[in-house]
């Protein structure tokens, strides 16, 4: 079992920056790829950004490449999403994920957060 607690949203400017954290409770965190995804307001929650278990393989959805950067430190436990160059359209609700399966956890990860509000404003 794992469980997931996501912090570091707010409201920021278009253009700035912020850092998310997820920390992961379990033994087994350090095995376990992990994700983020995010959610506006009236759209389908949509994948953001991944990493497998060693920190040494990345995904990023096309929209985020370049301005968002995962990561993750398995002494601590935690996985960060770090967000540059932020957009009004970046605004939504961001999720933690993870999953014991790498491919999975792009797509429909079985461990979820409860999500932290990011908005940025024009």
């Known amino acids: 079992q794992v469980q997931l607690v996501e912090s570091g949203g707010g409201l920021v400017q278009a253009g700035g920056s912020l850092r998310l954290s997820c920390a992961a409770s379990g033994r087994t965190f350090t095995s376990y790829p992990m994700g983020w995804f995010r959610q506006a307001p009236g759209k389908e929650r949509e994948f953001v950004a991944a990493?497998?278990?060693?920190?040494?393989?990345?995904y990023y959805a096309d929209s985020v490449k370049g301005r968002f950067t995962i990561s993750r430190d398995n002494a601590q436990n935690t996985v960060y999403l770090q967000m540059n160059s932020l957009k009004p359209e970046d605004t939504a609700v961001y999720y933690c994920a993870a999953d014991a399966w790498e491919p999975r956890v792009r797509m429909t990860p079985q461990y979820w957060g409860q999500g932290t509000q990011v908005t940025v404003s024009s």
């Open positions: 990493i497998n278990w060693s920190g040494g393989t990345t």
